[in-house]
């Protein structure tokens, strides 16, 4: 088992920046592949960046590309989301993944957080 806790949200001005972050305990997280997704209100999950198991390979939504990054720290079995240039279309609540294969797809994750809100105001 993998349990992941998400930190790091918050309300933010339009261009602001928040970066986020994702403690593993349990398993090593280095094992696995990381996510972030998010889900607003009344929109489904949405896919935002994924990372490989030793973070040589990262892949983003295109609507965060260029904003985004996506980081891992196996020493300290941490993921990280770097947030930069926010927009108010970037508000929702944001969850931390883990699982064997990196992917886009939700369905591929074993392992989630509780999520952390991110409010980005005009």
């Known amino acids: 088992q993998v349990q992941l806790v998400e930190s790091g949200g918050g309300l933010v001005q339009a261009g602001g920046s928040l970066r986020l972050s994702c403690a593993a305990s349990?398993?090593?997280?280095?094992?696995?592949?990381a996510a972030w997704f998010r889900q607003a209100p009344g929109k489904e999950r949405e896919f935002v960046a994924a990372?490989?198991?030793?973070?040589?390979?990262?892949y983003y939504a295109d609507s965060v590309k260029g904003r985004f990054t996506i980081s891992r720290d196996n020493a300290n079995n941490t993921v990280h989301l770097q947030m930069n240039s926010l927009k108010p279309e970037d508000t929702a609540a944001y969850y931390c993944?883990?699982?064997?294969?990196?992917?886009?797809?939700?369905?591929?994750?074993?392992?989630w957080g509780q999520g952390t809100q991110v409010t980005v105001s005009s």
């Open positions: 990372i490989n198991w030793n973070g040589g390979a990262t």
């Open positions: 349990g398993r090593t997280v280095s094992n696995y592949a």
């Open positions: 993944a883990a699982g064997r294969y990196v992917s886009g797809s939700w369905e591929t994750y074993d392992y």
